[in-house]
C-alpha cells in the first residue's frame, strides 16, 4: 500500500489505513467509522458552523426588513408630499377664482 502524505496525520491517517484494509472482517463498518472520536469531532465542528450559516441568513434576513421599512417609509413620505403639494394647488387655483370672482363682483358694483 502507498504511504499517505505527510500532512496526513495522526487519528485521521490511522482511521483512512483502517478503511483501506482489504479483509472486510478487519475492516470497520460505518457505525464503528462514525462513532470514531474523530468523527464525532468533524460533526461537531458542521453543527457549528451550520448553527452559524443560520446566524448569518437571519440577520441578512434583518437588513433586509429593515431595508424594506426604510424605503417603504420613504414611499409613504413621499406619497404623503405628493397629496399634500396637490391640496395646496387645489387650493391655490380655488383662492385665485375667489380672488377673481371678487374683482368681477367689485367691478359690476
Do not use: C
Amino acid at each position: 500500500m502507498n504511504p499517505l502524505p505527510e500532512y496526513v496525520a495522526g487519528d485521521i491517517k490511522d482511521l483512512i489505513y483502517q478503511m483501506l484494509t482489504v479483509d472486510p472482517i478487519k475492516r470497520p463498518n460505518v457505525d464503528i467509522l462514525l462513532d470514531s472520536e474523530i468523527m464525532i469531532h468533524q460533526a461537531q465542528l458542521e453543527k457549528e458552523n451550520e448553527g452559524q450559516f443560520q446566524d448569518e441568513q437571519i440577520a441578512e434576513k434583518l437588513v433586509e426588513a429593515m431595508n424594506l421599512g426604510q424605503r417603504t417609509f420613504k414611499l409613504k413620505s413621499g406619497i404623503q408630499k405628493l397629496k399634500t403639494g396637490v391640496h395646496d394647488s387645489k387650493v391655490k387655483k380655488v383662492e385665485e377664482e375667489n380672488r377673481k370672482l371678487k374683482l368681477m363682483l367689485e367691478n359690476v358694483s
